[in-house]
């Protein structure tokens, strides 16, 4: 590898981490890490260990801060990769900029269900598994919901169905209830 190549290395992972934190600045959600890949990897811009190596050292940096739930990460910009941003935002083109306002416009809806509807369990004390359901519009709790189960497969399987059943469970209980 020549000086070159090392230079324009570094300049494309530099673009990679403001693509990243762009998305994350132009939504009011957290983005997972499969959301924010599928964007990345299907424009070409790079492979997906390059991506695991930007995501990692956006995070190391306190660029964004992520959290992760039952084999899930999502990503969140912080008020320092909004000043980075800020500062960098005009090496990111007009055409990439635009392809990843086209992407979330396209995908918004499915992008928000994805962050709004979660779903978690751990192990009680007791030996149980508490599984903890929930739906959320914007910061507010729409729904939430704990169940006790007896084995780690049941608990994983009530958290799977929540994702794709919870309107219906939504629904269900407040026509029951009001």
Not at 10 to 37: A, G, R
Not at 55 to 62: D, I
Not at 120 to 133: A, I, P
Not at 141 to 166: F, G, H, Y
């Amino acid at each position: 590898m020549n000086n070159m190549d090392f230079i324009t290395s570094k300049e494309s992972l530099m673009l990679y981490k403001l693509i990243v934190l762009y998305m994350l600045d132009k939504v009011s959600f957290p983005m997972s890490q499969s959301q924010i890949s599928e964007f990345i990897l299907d424009k070409g811009y790079t492979n997906y260990m390059t991506l695991q190596q930007i995501l990692a050292e956006l995070t190391e940096n306190n660029l964004v801060a992520s959290t992760t739930t039952l084999h899930r990460t999502q990503f969140k910009i912080t008020a320092e990769g909004k000043d980075t941003l800020g500062f960098f935002e005009g090496r990111i083109s007009d055409i990439i900029k635009s392809e990843i306002k086209d992407y979330l416009k396209e995908h918004s809806l499915d992008l928000r269900d994805e962050v709004s509807i979660i779903s978690n369990y751990y192990k009680t004390t007791g030996g149980e598994y508490e599984t903890v359901l929930s739906a959320k519009e914007g910061e507010n709790t729409l729904i939430e919901i704990k169940l006790s189960v007896p084995t780690p497969q049941m608990a994983d399987a009530i958290c799977e169905n929540w994702r794709e059943k919870n309107q219906e469970v939504y629904n269900t209980l407040t026509r029951m209830l009001f």
